[in-house]
T-cell receptor
Framework: GQNIDQPTEMTATEGAIVQINCTYQTSGFNGLFWYQQHAGEAPTFLSYNVLDGLEEKGRFSSFLSRSKGYSYLLLKELQMKDSASYLCAVRGGNQGGKLIFGQGTELSVKP | EAGVAQSPRYKIIEKRQSVAFWCNPISGHATLYWYQQILGQGPKLLIQFQNNGVVDDSQLPKDRFSAERLKGVDSTLKIQPAKLEDSAVYLC???FGQGPYEQFFGPGTRLTVL
């Protein structure tokens, strides 16, 4: 079967660092995406990992370990506007482009 | 560039009624996706088009859902008849192709079935 697990919710303080974990079991692997989704809005792309290691983009970094079926999204210098749902999605090995999403992690940033 | 457009943004219907959603992808994007996102869950792929052909419709409830992309650009998703459990946000996304390309999402249509 195909399964993607991430925590349901997390709380962090403005200015702090938070790490959102994602573990996956899928039929094949062709990359892992992180999306941000504010309430009532469409998901927006944050990062893409296909090889092991860390990808850094400003305040956001994403890490992938294919052997462990594990990724994390690291958010630094948290701002109130970072309060949103963070979706981990894996592209499987068979159908081109098809993404399988986790349930999302609802992050609340408190002052 | 213009993003993915969807309409309507909101729709309320009674069970057993029919409803249709429309999507206009980003110009030049060959691949179009329809997702269903139930409250508190991640999006679930319903159907994927490559130009005007279906690539994957394995999770589309074909007894009540249908979708088309006749000219390889705009797409419509229809539900007939609707059930209570169809209440969700229906997201349309597009990408340049089927490869390692970012998917761009539209604002979604929030459907409430009473």
């Amino acid at each position: 079967g195909q399964n993607i697990d991430q925590p349901t919710e997390m709380t962090a303080t403005e200015g702090a660092i938070v790490q959102i974990n994602c573990t996956y079991q899928t039929s094949g692997f062709n990359g892992l995406f992180w999306y941000q989704q504010h309430a009532g809005e469409a998901p927006t792309f944050l990062s893409y990992n296909v090889l092991d290691g860390l990808e850094e983009k400003g305040r956001f970094s994403s890490f992938l370990s294919r052997s462990k079926g594990y990724s994390y999204l690291l958010l630094k210098e948290l701002q109130m506007k970072d309060s949103a749902s963070y979706l981990c999605a894996v592209r499987g090995g068979n159908q081109g482009g098809k993404l399988i999403f986790g349930q999302g992690t609802e992050l609340s940033v408190k002052p | 560039e213009a993003g993915v457009a969807q309409s309507p943004r909101y729709k309320i219907i009674e069970k057993r009624q029919s409803v249709a959603f429309w999507c206009n992808p980003i110009s030049g994007h060959a691949t179009l996706y329809w997702y269903q996102q139930i409250l508190g869950q991640g999006p679930k792929l319903l159907i994927q088009f490559q130009n005007n052909g279906v690539v994957d419709d394995s999770q589309l409830p074909k007894d009540r859902f249908s979708a088309e992309r006749l000219k390889g650009v705009d797409s419509t998703l229809k539900i007939q008849p609707a059930k209570l459990e169809d209440s969700a946000v229906y997201l349309c996304a597009s990408s340049f192709g089927q490869g390692p390309y970012e998917q761009f999402f539209g604002p979604g249509t929030r459907l409430t079935v009473l």
